[in-house]
């Protein structure tokens, strides 16, 4: 068996991955480049394809399918850039990876704590030598209810990482769990909009979920309160979002995901022009931190995406796993 890695990073990825050929004895290739149609034949003879988030369309899958790939391996647990009806009409299994909910969960909180003590703009002011404190108030964050939307494996770990802060704790979800409510009480959405301080997304990015932050529902937020994204950027309607902080509605936001972020991030773009347009919009407010997708990163979190790729060759190969996402066969 062996597994075509796109977009390998050589600084940290490629090392996991040597360690995994050994272990579960599945060979690899890689590039550091995105699939695009030049490069997609350079996974001919490969039983699997392995990528970050970015354009899986139908088009792509197509492409891969004639060369012969039959797995395709996202090193991410969305796996909403992958279109999936058309995977199952090449009969190509899809699957994801799991890596320990503490890394983003930890960033999350990282990023209200900075976003209620105004710390990324205070730091701006201070590289240029401005030690005054006009426009540096923050808040206590003891003081703050969080509301925590999306209570699975890294939700969960948000509200047990902030119940030792001692703040008021909500959580939403469709699908309830007993060790959430250890930490947090339970509401309904508009209890959380209403009541909520900040506001910190842990939803899987589907229909049902798509832009559930829009003008509607940031009308119905507390006056001044902050939005947290570490999830998916498409939860958020980004002209609801800027709207929002132009009028003063919300009191800030920390964005590691915004929408239309793929060919952007990771890529080293200084000195060119701003394609998205969004984007460079909330990058001039002060009250916006916003973060490359990469609240992930961490050595753990790394070593367990290249590894579940390697285990899902594997296990798909030896038939020891027959479905790949949503029940995919």
Known sequence: MKICFYALREYDELEFCCKMK?????????????????????????????CTPCDMSAKTLQAFHDVGVKYILTRSIGYDHIDLAKARELGMKVDTVSYTPTGVADYAILLMLASVRRFAHTLKRAELQDYSLKNKLGRDFTACTVGVMGT?????????????FGCRLLAYDVYQNDTAKKFAQYADLDTILHESDIITLHMNANDENYHIINSGTIAKMKQGAYIINTAR??????????????????????LDVVEFENGLY??????????NQ?????????????????????????????EGNFRSCYEFGTGKKLYGVEGQK
């Open 278 to 306: 969004k984007l460079a919009i909330l990058r001039s407010f002060p009250n916006v931190i916003l973060s490359p997708h990469t609240a992930f990163y961490t050595a753990e979190d790394v070593g367990d995406m290249i």
């Open 22 to 50: 050994e272990k579960y004895n599945v060979d690899f290739i890689y590039t550091t480049d995105y699939p695009n149609e030049k490069n997609i034949s350079l996974a001919s003879g490969c039983d699997g394809m392995s």
């Open 233 to 254: 950027g498409k939860l958020i309607d980004s002209e609801a979002l800027i709207a929002g902080i132009e009028s003063g509605k919300l009191g800030g936001a920390a």
């Open 266 to 275: 990771y890529y080293n773009l200084m000195g060119e022009v701003m394609v």
């Open 152 to 164: 699975g494996r890294i939700g969960t770990t948000v509200l047990q990482h902030l119940s030792g």
